[in-house]
């Protein structure tokens, strides 16, 4: 007798390649639309399934696994970061936690490159003034940036995606220094030609520009304070590709009105789609929509990833890219 396939619920639309090979692996139940399950979604997804594939817009909190029935034995995130899922509680309740890791590096490096180009030259105000057919020809003093080259760079968290993002900005004639919970082997220094700062508050003071690639943890949350963001020189810009997070988002808001940071390049936010509404008003702020990771290419190697991490799971092994609470 064949052997029944594992039960798994998707929470999400995924790219068709990816939801295609999930149905021929698995008795998989996608989303029928691209909007996020409610928690009673979510909590007769936990009841019913062997695997849930949820995304970072779901909250897989210990009220949630509370509610799991005796089936649920895998959380495959779609995703690196696993912030949202409560995975000290998930272990106590025999459920393994997954991600994706390495991935999505070199599509958030490109895109935190692409913020730092887009504050420090202005383009938002060029496009702004194209878009509202408002431009009177090329004049010599009008939309003045700065420089990128020369400039320095502070790493705010040295992982995979800060050490990519070090590579790109040295391209550019960057200079590299960064800030990291564990220093770098030094031939990695070396050859990413970077300079270490054990005092953060001694690193941001210096930076030119400020660049938050560290993940969403307990000892992270507001890293970049009231006080901590008071430190950065006034003629000096930071963004933001890991996690909303890492900022106190209304300080920010308050020092950019007031003059006493350049500007900034946000993809993430505090308060997820709740964004300071005096944040969208300033000229010298670039917003996305969390668009770090929105590659084709990408997307799909995420989902290989869940599909390799499910399928080594339903064989008996652990799954390559398993999450542990000493991990975060």
């Known amino acids: 007798m064949p052997r029944d396939r594992l039960s798994v619920v998707v929470t999400r639309r995924l790219p068709e390649p990816v939801e295609t090979r999930l149905s021929e692996l698995f008795d998989v139940r996608l989303r029928e639309d691209d909007t996020p399950m409610t928690r009673t979604e979510l909590a007769a997804a936990v009841k019913d399934a ?22 649920l034995k895998l959380i495959a995130n779609y995703g690196a970061g696993v912030d949202h899922i ?11 936690v997954s991600n994706t890791p390495g991935v999505l590096t070199d599509d958030t490096a490109d895109m935190a490159m692409a913020l730092v180009m887009a504050v420090v030259r202005r383009m938002p105000e060029g496009l702004t003034v194209m878009q509202k057919g408002d431009w009177q020809g090329w004049a010599p003093t009008a939309f003045l940036g700065g420089r990128i080259a020369g400039r320095r760079l502070g790493i705010l968290g040295m992982g995979r995606i800060g050490q990519a993002v070090a590579k790109r900005a040295a391209a550019f004639g960057m200079q590299i220094h960064y800030h990291n919970r564990r220093r770098l082997r030094p031939e990695v220094e070396e050859k990413l030609e970077a300079t270490y700062w054990d005092s953060l508050d001694q690193m941001v003071a210096r930076m030119d520009v400020i660049s938050v690639n560290c993940p969403s ?42 003059g006493e940071i350049a500007g900034a390049g946000l993809d993430v936010y505090e308060h997820g789609t709740d964004i300071n509404p005096r944040l969208r008003e300033l000229p010298n702020v670039v917003l996305l929509p969390h668009m770090g990771s929105a590659t084709i290419e990408g997307r799909i190697e995420m989902g290989e990833k869940v599909l390799l991490n499910i399928k080594t799971f339903e064989d008996g092994h652990r799954p390559p890219d398993q999450v542990v609470p000493s991990m975060l």
């Open 50 to 71: 062997d695997v849930l594939v949820p995304t970072v817009t779901d909250t897989i909190d210990a009220g949630l696994l509370g509610q799991a029935g005796d089936r």
């Open 86 to 96: 409560d995975v000290a509680t998930a272990r106590q309740r025999g459920i393994l």
């Open 217 to 258: 943890t307990p000892s992270t949350f507001h890293l970049m304070n009231a006080r901590r963001l008071k430190l950065m020189k006034p003629s000096a810009v930071i963004v933001n590709t890991s996690r909303g997070e890492v900022i106190d988002e209304m300080a920010l808001t308050r020092m950019l009105r007031a």
